[in-house]
């Protein structure tokens, strides 16, 4: 009878093995390397019942190798594989400053900075506001001077918050203000990109109004990408399949629980391949149970991404498998 609950496994490698056979790959497969083998352990054949293999030859797993659960072909219903695309932080920058000089005036750049503490909800939000004030002369007051004035108070408040959320840089008449990058903590902190705005406003101190003079512009240079394969996607997804397969309780045991290996490195970069398939369960009723075995590719490797993916090909000819990446 099939698993109850819905699972992901994880293979990390950086090339296929030569081994022929399960028996060949245990003893003379090195770290890494990966297989793709018919559950009776000969050679991958097309439409048979197989398995994926991760050779361990590292001391992380005593047993030498990984394996997944048997994929059923025929129940196999995608294939999808993902090259790798780097992480690139959200960038927005302040200009104007050419045309803003005015006596008498506050100069305010305000980050709105989404989800501080990670409750995701978009009530969840904190300022964060660096400010330059001119008085009732600016004869010798340059855009140079009212940038680096902003530039000193924002860094100076994000020195206090610790100096990790945003990189702020200036020309002689511009503020760049990017999302410094998050070091990820599986299972207590995912390293999510810094989301935020950014506001830039100048108000006439002598005015009974307080409003914006609209003398700075803002604009976005790069929204941000969360990338694809990136080593903080791996340690992440790791920690949670590796939870499932290891110790369900996460170390509630401890010391007497069971150590977990780990594969992946946050300074890797990966190519993914995920293989969406399902078993049948018998009780209560007939419902399909769907599964993943995801594969990571070390280096994003072309020649061992496409070297999986012609194995899979072997044993999948339903067209299910895409073609090899370029």
Excluded at 235 to 255: C, H, Q, S
Aim: charged share 25%; glycine share 8%; net charge negative.
């Amino acid at each position: 009878m099939s698993k109850v609950r819905q699972v992901e496994e994880l293979m990390v490698g950086n090339a296929v093995a030569s081994e022929a056979t399960v028996e060949a790959f245990v003893s003379d497969a090195t770290a890494k390397e990966l297989g793709v083998f018919n559950v009776d352990g000969t050679a991958v054949a097309a439409n048979e019942p197989f398995k994926i293999l991760q050779k361990t030859d590292d001391g992380l797993n005593p047993v030498g190798y990984e394996f997944s659960e048997k994929i059923y072909p025929e129940k196999v219903e995608r294939v999808t594989v993902v090259e790798y695309a780097p992480e690139t932080q959200r960038e927005e920058k302040v200009t104007g400053f050419a045309d803003a000089v005015e006596e008498n005036c506050t100069y305010v750049v305000e980050i709105r900075f989404y989800n501080p503490m990670g409750a995701h909800s978009p009530e969840n939000f904190e300022i964060i506001s660096g400010y330059y004030v001119t008085g009732s002369r600016v004869t010798n007051v340059t855009p140079e001077d009212i940038v680096d004035g902003l530039v000193e108070s924002l860094n100076l408040t994000l020195k206090h918050r610790g100096g990790k959320e945003f990189i702020v840089e200036s020309t002689a008449d511009s503020i760049t203000i990017k999302g410094y990058p998050q070091y990820a903590v599986p299972g207590k902190d995912e390293g999510r990109m810094v989301q935020f705005e950014v506001a830039a406003r100048v108000f006439d101190n002598l005015s009974p109004v307080s409003e914006d003079l609209e003398l700075l512009e803002v604009e976005v240079v790069n929204p941000g990408n969360p990338g694809r394969g990136t080593g903080k996607f791996a340690v992440n997804l790791e920690w949670f399949t590796k939870g499932f397969k290891y110790d369900v309780y996460r170390e509630t045991a401890y010391p007497a629980n069971f150590a977990t290996p780990f594969y992946t490195d946050q300074g890797q970069t990966y190519n993914v391949i995920h293989i969406h398939h399902y078993d049948d369960r018998i009780s209560p009723d007939v419902e399909r149970q769907y599964k993943t075995v995801t594969i990571l590719i070390e280096d994003a490797d072309t020649d061992a991404t496409n070297d999986v993916l012609g194995k899979l090909r072997t044993a999948i000819t339903s067209g299910k498998v895409p073609a090899d990446i370029s």
